[in-house]
């Protein structure tokens, strides 16, 4: 009896692996391993939301939601940062906050010591809102980094400090007063027909992409959230990584701070309440692994879409607003159920 040949053996590769898992076609598991869940969350709200409503598809209402998911969209990247470096960020929320109160407390203040100066009581203000956040992002880095604090103790302590600050620097009463050029520019203003945050969010998405897919610094973040220990054998300075993520993480919620005092022409202290569940949402959607070293930024870009698209969807299907923290509670658990079967599925298991 002649033995089969070796190259006619199946070899116990992920290709191989894939098909013994329960009922998947061949090409929906190959995008499921490799894309996540998103595509298939993304298909389904498209059917039921479109047949829920007949204005959910057209061109005008797909235009507004990209519009609002811009603020979603930058925060998520923050977090998808963070999160791929093995850690996650609670404290975007009190950022924006903080950013918010600042910025526009400062504005109002430089405003009568600079009346004819507005761009620069506007970058001033904006400087200020930076440099808040970017305390705060430090103050994560250096916790998580140096004192090995876990980052849901650190940056849940963190958020909590700042949510304060913000309150007791208010009264809990939003700062009015802000320029009129700073709303009108960067809340409501257009360049070339496309609305200025959408600008701002696209070369912020093209920065990210460049410093995630083409720099060094990129390449640490995926090394330290892939294995640290292995990092540092490799002489990669892992706590300046780290303290780099929460740090540009603070700084682009910072932004989304400025973009939305803009939009809604006043410092508050209650915004950004719920951003940071979101931002997690849309990143784990999006396929970005809780165990670090996982993520792309246009997936997350599209996370951030889908998020905020669902959103959109149960409005008009007039999804009462507590059902849709349910709902939205829900897709998060379902993403981090398939996040868990994704990463059995790349490693081989079972």
């Given amino acids: 009896m002649t033995a089969t040949p070796v190259t006619d053996a199946p070899t116990p590769d992920r290709a191989a692996v894939a098909p013994r898992h329960a009922g998947l076609p061949a090409v929906a598991r190959a995008l499921f391993v490799r894309l996540g869940v998103l595509p298939f969350f993304l298909v389904g709200a498209l059917i039921i939301f479109g047949g829920l409503s007949d204005r959910f598809l057209t061109l005008d209402n797909l235009v507004n939601v990209a519009r609002q998911s811009v603020y979603l969209v930058l925060v998520s990247m923050g977090q998808m940062l963070v999160l791929i470096t093995g850690g996650f960020d609670l404290s975007v929320g009190a950022a924006i906050a903080v950013t918010s109160v600042v910025s526009a407390m400062a504005m109002v203040a430089l405003a009568t010591v600079f009346p004819d100066a507005v761009w620069l009581v506007i970058a001033l203000g904006a400087f200020a809102g930076f440099a808040a956040a970017l305390v705060i992002g430090a103050v994560n880095g250096v916790g998580v980094a140096f004192f090995g604090v876990s980052p849901f103790i650190m940056t849940l302590g963190v958020s909590s400090v700042a949510a304060g600050i913000s309150l007791f620097l208010t009264g809990g009463v939003p700062v009015s007063g802000i320029p009129f050029t700073f709303a009108d520019t960067f809340g409501f203003g257009r360049l070339w027909g496309v609305p200025v945050p959408v600008i701002v969010a696209a070369v912020a998405v093209a920065v990210m992409w460049v410093i995630m897919a083409r720099t060094r610094i990129g390449a640490h973040v995926y090394a330290v959230g892939g294995n640290i220990k292995a990092a540092h054998l490799s002489a990669i300075n892992t706590r300046r990584t780290q303290i780099f993520a929460y740090v540009l993480c603070s700084l682009i919620a910072s932004l989304t701070g400025l973009l939305l005092t803009a939009r809604v022409e006043s410092g508050e202290a209650n915004l950004g309440g719920t951003i940071a569940l979101e931002s997690i949402a849309a990143c784990v959607i999006a396929g970005v692994s809780l165990r670090g070293g ?50 059995r599925m790349m490693m081989g298991g079972h």
Avoid at 317 to 339: K, N, P, R, T
């Fill in 294 to 343: 996982i993520g792309r930024v246009e997936n997350v870009v599209l996370g951030a879409f889908f998020i905020v698209l669902v959103q959109n969807g149960m409005n008009l299907s007039q999804v009462s607003s507590y059902m849709q923290m349910v709902l939205l509670g829900l897709l998060l658990i379902l993403a981090v159920v398939f996040d868990q079967v994704r990463y």
